[in-house]
């Protein structure tokens, strides 16, 4: 509970949080097709600045906002390290065995990294400033013309509502049983890999079993309330798409295409 | 043996918004071959309380000893084996292929030999009246035929004192009564019973002294008889709201008055 990772909502009230989901959803993905768009470094720092004004009014602190970005660092310094050691052209900076460090290279790695570090904060400002429930709402609209060729729309929104639901409950779930198991003398810590993740046995088999008996209740208390799918339902939430929603679309696809020519 | 908690204090993730205190300041003793009845509404810190007992949880403040020691100071396998704890709704930690293997899951971990853990497996499989689903998958089992040998799964540690987290939770009445009957013939047997639950007529039945809890502290403890009637205004406020339902006597039953539900019920409606 009390470590934030990827992804995670983060609760404040800010202009952005308080922007219609769809408009965020849309921008994301405009803003991510554009970023393979922007072939230039200054280009990318021009866009990366604008994302920065962006997570300064989102009110989440740059602390915990960095945290977010921590789990893909290491696949950023991977990137980083190949390109400079493997690529080539430009001025020859320095040479150690069979290694050869180019400024290409160089400029090539940074220029990769700061794509990938704008493509990740992108969806975790998404994420971190949009309530999940909002998030699959919005999803659900933007998938309802698709409901036109048969595609279940809402009934993939709710999907990914309950799923994201049952994310803390599985998660009590599993220290409970961890608890009984150790009670009869489960030991989780002890012994080498192999040991360890066959220790785990019981508390997965039971933990799987409840997940589905869980399933089953769930759509049986559905289906006693009524549920029948997305036909004809109404919203107690209604989206609202507003002006601010339509400026921040516009701002993203100005700023993008300064990036773009820049 | 003599399980003590002493001045116990337990806080939830502690120097976090979600912190939260669910036990202060508890102590209480299990002497030998006694049944302890542990009594109060929900959230009122016992399944956190019983957890202290085999070190599940480490008190925050204060401390566990057994026989007088510090129980940090004990391996913590021996404390599992000498304190057996069963969870609330314990069947939902049943995972083995068949009964046996999973009731004989705690003697193997305790490295037992082989021949010894399947005596183990029989004894406790009788004790709880369950022998003949010895080789059927847990998962076919009825509820209370699941309760029993999840409870079988712990009494095969042969444990000193048995800690039974609300045991008759969801129960027909023959397995409960079963259950009662287990837990008074533990007590001949000399092993001490921690019994908890919300049902006061079964605590009142078999516990020989109980402890009362509410809002994580212990507000009343005694015998039955004294913490059920001579000091009502001090008992926590389901205590003192079942015994009002049952006219002040846990085990005089009287008709609850659902009057004022019904009341409800028919404002809404509009009638």
């Known amino acids: ?262 | 043996m003599t399980l003590e908690l002493k001045d116990v204090s337990h806080v939830y993730a502690p120097g976090t918004p979600f912190e939260v205190e669910a036990l202060r300041g508890v102590s209480l003793v299990v002497e030998p071959g006694e049944v302890l009845g542990i009594v109060g509404g929900t959230g009122s810190g016992k399944s956190t309380l019983v957890k202290h007992m085999n070190l599940l949880l480490t008190p925050t403040i204060g401390e566990v000893l057994v026989d007088g020691v510090d129980a940090r100071s004990l391996k913590k396998s021996e404390l599992r084996r000498r304190v057996g704890l069963v969870f609330q709704f314990p069947e939902s930690a049943l995972f083995a292929p068949t009964v046996e293997e999973d009731v004989a899951f705690a003697p193997r971990q305790l490295g037992l030999h082989e021949d010894e853990a399947r005596e183990r497996v029989r004894e406790s499989l009788r004790v709880l009246g369950a022998e003949e689903l010895a080789t059927r998958a847990p998962f076919t089992l009825s509820g209370g035929e699941k309760r029993r040998v999840a409870i079988a799964g712990v009494l095969a540690m042969k444990p000193e004192v048995l800690i039974l987290d609300e045991p008759t939770a969801g129960l027909d009445p023959a397995t409960r009564q079963d259950l009662l009957a287990l837990i008074l013939g533990l007590r001949e047997a000399g092993i001490s019973v921690v019994l908890v639950s919300h049902d006061l007529d079964e605590v009142a039945e078999v516990a020989d002294r109980v402890s009362a809890l509410h809002e994580g502290r212990v507000r009343a403890a005694g015998t039955p008889a004294e913490v059920f009637y001579r000091e009502p205004a001090q008992a926590p406020a389901t205590v003192q709201v079942v015994s009002l339902l049952k006219g002040s006597r846990p085990e005089i039953g009287a008709p609850v008055r659902f009057k004022e539900t019904l009341e409800t019920l028919r404002a809404l409606r509009g009638v």
Request: aromatic share 6%.
């Open chain 1, 1 to 262: 509970m009390t470590s934030r990772s990827l992804g995670q909502f983060y609760p404040v009230a800010s202009p952005v949080h308080a922007l219609d989901p769809r408009a965020k959803i849309v921008a994301t993905a405009v803003f991510v097709v554009g970023l393979f768009l922007i072939d230039s470094t200054v280009g990318l720092l021009f866009v990366a600045a604008s994302l920065v004004a962006l997570v300064a009014m989102s009110r989440i602190p740059a602390t915990t906002f960095l945290r977010l970005l921590r789990p893909v660092l290491l696949i950023v310094a991977l990137t980083v390290l190949i390109q400079v050691l493997f690529s080539r052209g430009g001025a020859t900076l320095v040479e150690w065995g069979i290694f050869e460090v180019h400024s290409g290279g160089l400029r090539l790695g940074i220029f990769l990294a700061l794509r990938i570090l704008l493509l990740v904060s992108s969806a975790g400002l998404l994420t971190a400033t949009t309530a999940p429930v909002a998030l699959t709402d919005g999803i659900e609209d933007l998938l309802s013309p698709l409901k036109r060729v048969r595609f279940p729309a809402h009934e993939v929104a709710m999907m990914m509502t309950i799923a994201l639901r049952f994310i803390p409950t599985l998660g009590e779930e599993a220290e409970k049983i961890k608890g009984a198991q150790a009670a009869r003398g489960a030991d989780f810590s002890e012994g080498g890999p192999l040991r360890r993740a066959r220790s785990l046995v019981p508390v997965l088999v039971p933990l799987t079993v409840g997940a589905f008996r869980r399933a089953d209740e769930l759509a049986e208390a559905m289906e006693s309330r009524g549920y029948r799918g997305g036909e004809g339902r109404t919203r107690f939430r209604e989206l609202r798409f507003r002006k601010q929603d339509a400026l921040a679309l516009s701002i993203t696809v100005l700023v993008l295409l300064v990036g773009i020519l820049l």
